[in-house]
């Protein structure tokens, strides 16, 4: 139970509805004993939420809108700071962010993702949240990739403006590994950790390749010197 007069309804409601998803699941989700653990009436909840798929919907988008992501736009100010950053500093950055992605939390995702099939406002609520961390992570890789490429032998603005342009779509890629590696926890730590530093390796070569392919898109161009 929640001390009444601590929290407002709706809090109590949400708190109520994130520990019964926890107990119960997304499935076992009962409006009548989320009522009784918020000390609140379920017609109460139909009113604020309109029925089960409503208050679904709401509290399933707190839990998967995590602030891993948002956590790039402090690393970008340190990024910036630093004196002579390498490839390096960029995989472990997004390595520790990464880890916020190890079970038990991926593997809530996906069940809210699995969820969302059934609940096309949650899918809409879930593709915006997507597009925001997307964008933060683009607006880091780029700061990350001016720096780095900018301390590259024979550097140019056009070879380090062809490197940051490549941060969209490695972004994505980044993106796409943290949630597909979601088969890594089901191995032991040991295995885990050693797919973690390959994963490292793998990122310092892909993002090595970026910045190589921005100087020799500049080299290639006809402006290129």
């Known amino acids: 139970m929640y001390p009444v007069g601590k929290l407002t309804s709706r809090q109590r409601i949400m708190r109520a509805a994130q520990q019964e998803l926890l ?109 925001q961390q997307q964008a933060q992570v683009i607006s880091f890789l780029q700061v990350a990739l001016t720096k780095v490429a900018s301390q590259q032998p024979g550097h140019t603005e056009a070879s380090i403006s062809a490197a940051v342009a490549l941060a969209a779509p490695l972004a994505s890629l980044i993106m796409t590994q943290s949630f597909g590696s979601v088969l890594d926890d089901l191995v032991d730590i040991e295995d885990r950790e050693a797919a973690a530093e390959e994963m490292k390796v793998l990122l310092r070569l892909i993002v090595n390749s970026v910045i190589t392919a921005g100087a020799q898109t500049n080299v290639d161009s006809p402006h290129g010197s």
Do not use: C
Not at 31 to 50: F, H, Q, T
Not at 57 to 78: F, H, M, N, P, W
Not at 85 to 97: K, Q
């Open 23 to 131: 107990e119960s699941g997304i499935l076992g989700l009962r409006m009548e004993v989320v009522a009784e653990k918020a000390e609140v009436s379920v017609p109460l909840i139909y009113k604020y939420y309109g029925n089960r798929d409503g208050l679904l919907t709401e509290v399933l988008t707190r839990l998967y809108d995590g602030d891993s992501y948002q956590k790039l736009s402090a690393y970008a100010d340190i990024f910036v700071e630093m004196q002579n950053p390498s490839l390096d500093d960029i995989a472990i950055l997004f390595a520790t962010v990464q880890q916020e992605f190890r079970m038990p939390g991926r593997w809530q995702r996906l069940q809210i993702l699995a969820a969302s099939v059934e609940l096309p406002e949650l899918q809409k609520r879930l593709a915006a949240i997507h597009l």
